[in-house]
């Protein structure tokens, strides 16, 4: 059984953290291209943002850990991204 179902939402009254989904990509490719990516060793073409939310998305399978999208609480849309590990 895939480790995915383990996984925590954690909520708030402003914004929720849970796993990624596939709406989350367009956000997710937009910032890895933009400017602030920098920070992070970007920015980044869409084929390595791709392998990047791909391997994001893997991880909890495979260590039980990873990353989590950032809702905004008021209407859903992923507003970030922070990784947790063991």
Same mark, same amino acid.
Do not use: E
């Given at each position: 059984?895939? #480790?995915?179902?383990?996984?925590?939402? %954690? !909520?708030? =009254? *402003? #914004?929720? #953290?849970? %796993?990624?989904?596939?709406?989350?990509?367009?956000?997710? =490719?937009? /910032?890895?291209?933009? @400017?602030?990516? *920098? &920070?992070?060793?970007?920015?980044?073409?869409?084929? =390595? =943002?791709? $392998?990047? /939310?791909?391997? @994001? &998305?893997?991880?909890? @399978? %495979? /260590?039980?850990?990873?990353?989590? !999208?950032? +809702? @905004?609480? +008021?209407? $859903?849309?992923?507003?970030?991204?922070?990784?947790? *590990?063991?």
């Amino acid at each position: 059984m895939p #480790l995915t179902t383990a996984i925590p939402t %954690l !909520t708030t =009254a *402003r #914004l929720s #953290l849970c %796993l990624m989904t596939m709406t989350d990509w367009p956000a997710y =490719a937009a /910032f890895m291209a933009s @400017d602030p990516a *920098r &920070h992070m060793g970007g920015p980044f073409s869409k084929t =390595a =943002a791709w $392998g990047m /939310f791909c391997a @994001d &998305h893997a991880q909890w @399978d %495979l /260590f039980g850990c990873g990353a989590l !999208t950032i +809702r @905004d609480g +008021r209407n $859903g849309d992923c507003i970030g991204q922070v990784g947790t *590990r063991q």
